[in-house]
């Protein structure tokens, strides 16, 4: 018996993940009769976080459609701003997105981080567990069955990156009130609290403070301030948010 044969195409932002002689438009996939449509998609490289409406001869169908011989296939990109249902908007970043964490932390979004490598598994049972949008620019982490949620990261850019998750997600933006080295909240600290803590020329320039109510860390409006500001002002003037300042972060993104 000869196995079906179908028509798939890609939208365009989904290319990359596809051969390069799937790129062009239309091209014919023989399958095995038996698997979904899901798995063809990933089959063909694209992991199905990045996969949007599912399209059969113009009508949409779930990913457990299992593609018949003839059937035209369209793979649309998902939606922006995407929809994340069941749960508060919350990301993980795996070990190679630390940089775009502490973004993400500076405008006030949650975003956990593993700075080791714990390997696929643990990351995706970790989303699972915590139900948290796992950010990775690793497609076979993206394909794991155990994912809660998922997106790839399109460039190795910071500056891109946080453009494209703000895009594509729409977090609610509260800068300054999360703490960028573990993504702790920021609360108001007296200067006669912590004074003993701080350097004599630290103490005598500054007067207002905040402090991680998780890992204790101090912050202030130190010299790498009006950094961070451009790259706050850039997230609030594109994509908006509340500017309900604690106190501007010290350390270097």
Request: proline share 7%; with cysteine; glycine share 8%.
């Amino acid at each position: 018996m000869s196995r079906p044969e179908i028509v798939i195409s890609f939208a365009p932002e989904l290319r990359l993940f596809v051969p390069s002689e799937r790129r062009a438009g239309r091209t014919t996939v023989v399958t095995d009769g038996s698997s979904s449509l899901g798995h063809v998609v990933e089959s063909l490289g694209v992991p199905l976080t990045e996969a949007g409406r599912l399209l059969v001869d113009g009508r949409e169908v779930p990913v457990s459609h299992v593609p018949g011989a003839g059937e035209t296939v369209e793979v649309c990109a998902v939606v922006r701003p995407q929809p994340v249902p069941g749960a508060p908007l919350r990301f993980l970043l795996d070990v190679h997105l630390g940089t775009l964490a502490r973004r993400l932390r500076l405008l006030g979004v949650d975003a956990a981080y593993e700075s080791e490598d714990i390997g696929d598994p643990a990351l995706a049972a970790l989303s699972a567990a915590e139900r948290r949008v796992l950010l990775s620019r690793d497609r076979g982490l993206l394909r794991r069955r155990e994912l809660w949620a998922g997106a790839y990261i399109y460039s190795d850019r910071p500056d891109d990156q946080l453009r494209d998750v703000l895009d594509r997600f729409a977090p609610a933006l509260a800068p300054w009130s999360r703490c960028t080295a573990c993504n702790g909240l920021l609360e108001r600290a007296a200067k006669e609290t912590v004074g003993e803590r701080l350097e004599d020329g630290t103490r005598r320039t500054y007067d207002v403070f905040a402090q991680c109510v998780e890992c204790g860390r101090l912050y202030w409006r130190g010299a790498h301030h009006a950094r961070l500001e451009a790259i706050v002002e850039g997230a609030l003037s594109e994509f908006g948010g509340a500017a309900d300042a604690v106190a501007p972060p010290r350390l270097p993104m």
